[in-house]
């Protein structure tokens, strides 16, 4: 078993991408092909260019009996650790160099050709580069020491005549061969600007007769390089870049990104490296699951593929090595999701790190948009949005509103919304909490994180958020019902609970309009928060937000914020709940630490401490449980408002 996918080109025989009838036919055009001839192999960085070209010279060179010799130039060596001019000219020198050695010239012939290249540098390039760059290219060929450099009528036209005798020298040298393929790969690696200059050398000196160039560039590339010239394109002027791209490319091959098969790439892929075992790759609802999530994210990019499957590589072995029959459980129980959410990191990390701090993504509402200060819809654009399947609900709303502050995220608004709301119908289905289950789940993905928590990177070594968060439970509920549930007494007919068992980032909680032994009443259900632990490298922090229901969970009850009759008491439980918290110092406000809206209100406070024994200890679980008592008889005076629902 491999640990993980080689990010190199495909070999020859290798198809899994369904690359093979392209790879056939553009092999059959070359092999009859009337040289001069330069062919562009279009596609974004990693889309499998070289992987292509790999196959074209298996078969064109280096199959018995092949038609062609075959050169082989990456730009990207030849340009390393070299100033652009450098750059161009070792590049010119790496292709003649190739050619001379098929053509098997001697030393005073390789003497000639480098006077040629003095001579087209000197006479040809020299004003085009100190013009370009400032040098003097003529200088930079002196180490070469090439002294019978003639004066000639024309510096192109000399070497070209050089090359072309090289050329056939070499051919005659090779029977039964029809030209030279030159294979020029990662002219989208180099500085656009350079990759345009290599490209007018290449069609002003190896313009020549049994030559075909095959090079692996984009046009996106080229508008680039192109801009310096004619700066940047417009609808005014795109044709002067597309007129360049046509005068030096005669046939353009665009990679068929669209037409590969990533479903057995990935579930080969996922079975070589154990993320799936044998029964699971031959499950089709589990693969299919899989491969849309592929594709709705990093897509049909090979590059991109390999680099999500080496996430997922190691997030197993670590796995695998960590004593948690949870991790386990939930690693078996959900590779779907878990494949979904680091495809999420890989892709969108933006809308990953979203999911790490509200993990109840179907619940994003108002509180979402202010924490992370999300721009206002348009006008008009709410009623747009409600009649499209991706974002005619609340948090999908949001979604797309926290898309709109990015633009390579709001571009793909509509593809991160269809992945969101397959995990959620997911998890609905197997009546588990969403927010719970992306929670327990996000541990696993995090340690391939390229971002961590802010929060996190400079606390203490030993602070582990999960013990703090169920010490805290412990300590302020401190009793434990049967059936996982903690449970405290708040007095004055109030109480708390928790049925979580697994921490993570928060330890949420639920408090009621009731003593202990009524709790069975959804007209009892009063507010649920939850608290969130943080460091910031100077001082601990507890967290604390919550969400007071007008409606009730199980919308047996609504109350109607806007009355006239409840204002009074509105305004008493909003100033009650900024008192609750000032046994711990700290200040609290109408308009920041609280608000409503149409159905429900929310709330949030934080409270500093000190260390592990001052967050158990002490008083500071008593004050805790006192604040919460506060907060909870603020709030039950206005369950008298709950008004029964008609269904």
């Given at each position: 078993m491999k640990s993980n996918v080689v990010d190199q080109p495909a070999k020859a025989e290798g198809d899994r991408l369904n690359m093979k009838a392209y790879a056939a036919a553009l092999t059959d055009f070359v092999k009859e092909a009337e040289a001069p001839l330069t062919i562009a192999l279009q596609g974004?960085?990693?889309?499998?260019?070289?992987?292509?070209?790999?196959?074209?010279?298996?078969?064109?060179?280096?199959?018995?009996?092949?038609?062609?010799?075959?050169?082989?130039?990456?730009?990207?060596?030849?340009?390393?650790?070299?100033?652009?001019?450098?750059?161009?000219?070792?590049?010119?020198?790496?292709?003649?160099?190739?050619?001379?050695?098929?053509?098997?010239?001697?030393?005073?012939?390789?003497?000639?050709?480098l006077g040629k290249l003095a001579t087209f540098a000197g006479?040809?390039?020299?004003?085009?580069?100190?013009?370009?760059?400032?040098?003097?290219?003529?200088?930079?060929?002196?180490?070469?020491?090439?002294?019978?450099?003639?004066?000639?009528?024309?510096?192109?036209?000399?070497?070209?005549?050089?090359?072309?005798?090289?050329?056939?020298?070499?051919?005659?040298?090779?029977?039964?061969?029809?030209?030279?393929?030159?294979?020029?790969?990662?002219?989208?690696?180099?500085?656009?600007?350079?990759?345009?200059?290599?490209?007018?050398?290449?069609?002003?000196?190896?313009?020549?007769e049994n030559c075909i160039f095959i090079l692996a560039i984009d046009y996106g590339v080229v508008v680039k390089g192109l801009k310096p010239k004619f700066g940047a394109m417009t609808p005014e002027n795109e044709r002067e870049f597309r007129s360049f791209f046509d005068k030096i490319i005669q046939l353009p091959f665009a990679m068929p990104v669209n037409s590969y098969?990533?479903?057995?790439?990935?579930?080969?892929?996922?079975?070589?490296?154990?993320?799936?075992?044998?029964?699971?790759?031959?499950?089709?609802?589990?693969?299919?699951?899989?491969?849309?999530?592929?594709?709705?994210?990093?897509?049909?990019?090979?590059?991109?593929?390999?680099?999500?499957?080496?996430?997922?590589?190691?997030?197993?072995?670590?796995?695998?090595?960590?004593?948690?029959?949870?991790?386990?459980?939930d690693f078996k129980a959900w590779k779907d999701i878990l494949f979904a959410l680091v495809s999420l990191q890989?892709?969108?990390?933006?809308?990953?790190?979203?999911?790490?701090?509200?993990?109840?993504?179907?619940?994003?509402?108002?509180?979402?948009?202010?924490?992370?200060?999300?721009?206002?819809?348009?006008?008009?654009?709410?009623?747009?949005?409600?009649?499209?399947?991706?974002?005619?609900?609340?948090?999908?709303?949001?979604?797309?509103?926290?898309?709109?502050?990015?633009?390579?995220l709001e571009a793909r608004a509509i593809n991160i919304s269809r992945i969101l709301n397959r995990i959620k119908a997911r998890i609905v289905g197997t009546k588990q909490p969403v927010g719970d289950t992306i929670e327990w789940l996000s541990r696993l993905s995090a340690v391939t994180s390229v971002k961590s928590d802010p929060e996190q990177t400079i606390a203490p070594e030993d602070f582990n958020k999960s013990n703090y968060l169920k010490a805290l439970r412990d300590h302020t509920l401190g009793m434990e019902w049967p059936d996982d549930c903690w449970c405290a007494d708040l007095g004055n007919g109030k109480a708390i609970t928790s049925v979580q068992k697994r921490f993570q980032s928060n330890f949420a909680c639920v408090l009621w309009n009731a003593p202990l032994s009524g709790l069975s009443e959804n007209r009892n259900y009063l507010l649920s928060f939850s608290f969130h632990i943080?460091?910031?490298?100077?001082?601990?922090?507890?967290?604390?937000?919550?969400?007071?229901?007008?409606?009730?969970?199980?919308?047996?009850?609504?109350?109607?914020?806007?009355?006239?009759?409840?204002?009074?008491?509105?305004?008493?439980?909003?100033?009650?709940?900024?008192?609750?918290?000032?046994?711990?110092?700290?200040?609290?406000?109408?308009?920041?630490?609280?608000?409503?809206?149409?159905?429900?209100?929310?709330?949030?406070?934080?409270?500093?401490f000190k260390d592990w024994d001052g967050l158990i200890k002490g008083d500071f679980p008593k004050k805790l449980r006192a604040s919460l008592a506060a907060v909870a008889e603020a709030f039950a005076s206005l369950v008298k408002y709950r008004a029964p629902v008609n269904r």
């Amino acid at each position: 078993m491999k640990s993980n996918v080689v990010d190199q080109p495909a070999k020859a025989e290798g198809d899994r991408l369904n690359m093979k009838a392209y790879a056939a036919a553009l092999t059959d055009f070359v092999k009859e092909a009337e040289a001069p001839l330069t062919i562009a192999l279009q596609g974004e960085w990693g889309s499998g260019k070289t992987s292509l070209m790999n196959s074209l010279k298996a078969s064109l060179v280096d199959a018995p009996d092949a038609p062609y010799l075959g050169i082989w130039i990456n730009t990207w060596q030849y340009a390393l650790m070299s100033n652009p001019e450098e750059a161009i000219l070792n590049i010119l020198m790496g292709i003649s160099g190739q050619v001379s050695v098929f053509a098997k010239t001697s030393a005073e012939d390789r003497k000639r050709f480098l006077g040629k290249l003095a001579t087209f540098a000197g006479s040809a390039c020299s004003q085009f580069f100190a013009k370009q760059f400032g040098v003097d290219f003529k200088k930079n060929i002196e180490e070469w020491n090439a002294p019978d450099a003639e004066t000639a009528k024309s510096g192109v036209e000399n070497l070209k005549s050089e090359l072309a005798s090289a050329v056939k020298k070499a051919l005659e040298n090779a029977k039964g061969k029809r030209g030279f393929l030159f294979f020029i790969d990662d002219l989208d690696r180099i500085d656009p600007p350079v990759a345009v200059q290599i490209l007018e050398l290449l069609k002003n000196v190896f313009d020549l007769e049994n030559c075909i160039f095959i090079l692996a560039i984009d046009y996106g590339v080229v508008v680039k390089g192109l801009k310096p010239k004619f700066g940047a394109m417009t609808p005014e002027n795109e044709r002067e870049f597309r007129s360049f791209f046509d005068k030096i490319i005669q046939l353009p091959f665009a990679m068929p990104v669209n037409s590969y098969k990533i479903d057995d790439f990935l579930m080969d892929s996922l079975a070589g490296i154990g993320y799936l075992d044998a029964k699971e790759k031959n499950d089709s609802p589990l693969c299919e699951a899989i491969t849309f999530y592929a594709l709705q994210s990093v897509g049909r990019n090979p590059r991109s593929l390999k680099r999500l499957i080496n996430y997922l590589s190691l997030i197993r072995l670590l796995i695998e090595r960590t004593p948690s029959q949870e991790d386990d459980s939930d690693f078996k129980a959900w590779k779907d999701i878990l494949f979904a959410l680091v495809s999420l990191q890989v892709q969108y990390p933006k809308v990953y790190e979203a999911l790490l701090a509200e993990p109840d993504f179907p619940s994003w509402n108002e509180t979402f948009e202010q924490k992370w200060r999300l721009p206002a819809l348009e006008e008009g654009e709410k009623g747009k949005l409600d009649k499209m399947e991706e974002f005619d609900e609340s948090w999908e709303q949001m979604l797309f509103r926290f898309c709109r502050r990015d633009t390579f995220l709001e571009a793909r608004a509509i593809n991160i919304s269809r992945i969101l709301n397959r995990i959620k119908a997911r998890i609905v289905g197997t009546k588990q909490p969403v927010g719970d289950t992306i929670e327990w789940l996000s541990r696993l993905s995090a340690v391939t994180s390229v971002k961590s928590d802010p929060e996190q990177t400079i606390a203490p070594e030993d602070f582990n958020k999960s013990n703090y968060l169920k010490a805290l439970r412990d300590h302020t509920l401190g009793m434990e019902w049967p059936d996982d549930c903690w449970c405290a007494d708040l007095g004055n007919g109030k109480a708390i609970t928790s049925v979580q068992k697994r921490f993570q980032s928060n330890f949420a909680c639920v408090l009621w309009n009731a003593p202990l032994s009524g709790l069975s009443e959804n007209r009892n259900y009063l507010l649920s928060f939850s608290f969130h632990i943080f460091h910031d490298g100077q001082s601990f922090q507890l967290k604390m937000q919550g969400e007071f229901y007008g409606n009730t969970p199980q919308e047996s009850f609504r109350i109607d914020f806007a009355s006239d009759a409840i204002q009074a008491d509105l305004a008493a439980a909003e100033a009650a709940f900024c008192a609750a918290w000032s046994p711990f110092g700290i200040s609290t406000a109408v308009g920041k630490n609280i608000g409503h809206w149409d159905a429900n209100m929310w709330w949030n406070a934080t409270v500093p401490f000190k260390d592990w024994d001052g967050l158990i200890k002490g008083d500071f679980p008593k004050k805790l449980r006192a604040s919460l008592a506060a907060v909870a008889e603020a709030f039950a005076s206005l369950v008298k408002y709950r008004a029964p629902v008609n269904r």
